[in-house]
């Protein structure tokens, strides 16, 4: 995959705001409410540059977010990650 690409996807993941979660779960079929994606984005936030393409940073996020929130947003979360990187051809 173009690293430029990656470059971008990772970008837009890692700007994204509350209000743009719900939204992209909701294209993607997702339910989010406002209160789990505003825990999910800051613990995003918190990790600094969130490489989404890299297995074991993503997997440790997903960890966090169920323990946070639930396991059905956390599988929800990979489920909308996975869908990302398969529309970017990774």
């Known amino acids: 995959m173009n690293a430029l690409i990656?470059?971008?996807?990772?970008?837009?993941?890692?700007g994204l705001?509350?209000?743009?979660?719900?939204?992209?779960?909701?294209?993607?079929?997702?339910?989010?409410?406002r209160k789990d994606a505003e825990t999910v984005i800051n613990l995003l936030h918190s990790r600094g540059r969130f490489d989404v393409f890299q297995e074991k940073e993503r997997k440790a996020l997903l960890k966090e977010i169920a323990q946070k929130?639930?396991?059905?947003l956390s599988q929800s979360?990979?489920?909308?990650?996975?869908?990302l990187m398969k529309w970017m051809g990774n």
């Open 17 to 33: 705001n509350a209000e743009e979660l719900i939204k992209l779960g909701n294209k993607y079929g997702v339910t989010i409410s």
């Open 77 to 83: 979360m990979e489920g909308l990650f996975r869908r």
């Open 69 to 72: 929130t639930n396991a059905d």
């Open 6 to 14: 990656k470059q971008l996807v990772n970008q837009k993941i890692n």
